[in-house]
């Protein structure tokens, strides 16, 4: 069975770089074909894609994140990462990792605050 | 960006059959925008129902189906239970990239 579990900063500052890991467990993060994503999610709203990575290193980003998200994987850890920088309080969301292509497999999502 | 829509809240009765529609800004849905649609309850991470139009994972209830319908993507649910009360999210892909839909507040009433 295939566990996905974030971990990172629950609390960062205005201007700063958010950065979360997601863990895999039950199967590796470098076979198959598959794409690792991240997906966020603010208080009582709903869910804003991230972007996604491929095995082969490849990558898809939300337009509207581009030039501020970073996603890559390390196949040693079995772990894929996200990296936002210059948060605003906007950033703040529950975070998710799921295993792409079709989603089968999500973690239990992380709270990141961006406050001073 | 394009812009994907769903109905905020729709309610249904117990037994009875209702159908989610997702549709994009940029035109007819098509198998092509591999429509996902996603069951999310309070507290919970979001579960993947339906993927690639009306593929279900192993734990899908029979009575969730997806389909293309007047040009959106359908989600529909014949037979509801009271624990099928939550959010519905569907999500299209257009060229790689993914937009989610706003959301649908499903009540069993």
């Known amino acids: 069975q295939v566990q996905l579990q974030e971990a990172g900063p629950g609390l960062v500052k205005p201007s700063q770089t958010l950065s979360l890991t997601c863990t895999v467990s039950g199967g590796s993060i470098s076979s198959g074909n598959y794409y690792w994503s991240w997906i966020r999610q603010p208080a009582e709203k709903g869910l804003e894609w991230i972007g996604r990575?491929?095995?082969?290193?490849?990558?898809n980003y939300n337009p509207s994140l581009k030039s501020r998200v970073t996603i890559s994987l390390d196949a040693s850890k079995n772990q894929f990462s996200l990296k936002l920088s210059s948060v605003t309080a906007a950033d703040t969301a529950v975070y998710y990792c799921?295993?792409?292509?079709?989603?089968?497999?999500w973690g239990q999502g992380t709270l990141v605050t961006v406050s001073s | 960006q394009a812009v994907v829509t769903q109905e905020p809240s729709l309610t249904v009765s117990p037994g009875g059959t209702v159908t989610l529609t997702c549709g994009s800004s940029t035109g007819a849905v098509t198998s092509g925008h591999w429509p996902y649609w996603f069951q999310q309850k309070p507290g919970q991470a979001p579960k993947t129902l339906i993927y690639d139009t009306s593929n279900k994972h192993s734990w899908t209830p029979a009575r969730f189906s997806g389909s293309l319908l007047g040009g959106k993507a359908a989600l529909t649910l014949s037979g509801a239970q009271p624990e099928d009360e939550a959010d519905y999210y569907c999500?299209?892909?257009?060229?790689?990239?993914?937009?989610f839909g706003g959301g649908t507040k499903l009540t069993v009433l």
């Open positions: 990575m491929y095995t082969s290193g490849s990558t």
């Open positions: 999500l299209l892909s257009y060229s790689g990239a993914r937009v």
């Open positions: 799921a295993r792409d292509t079709h989603l089968d497999y």
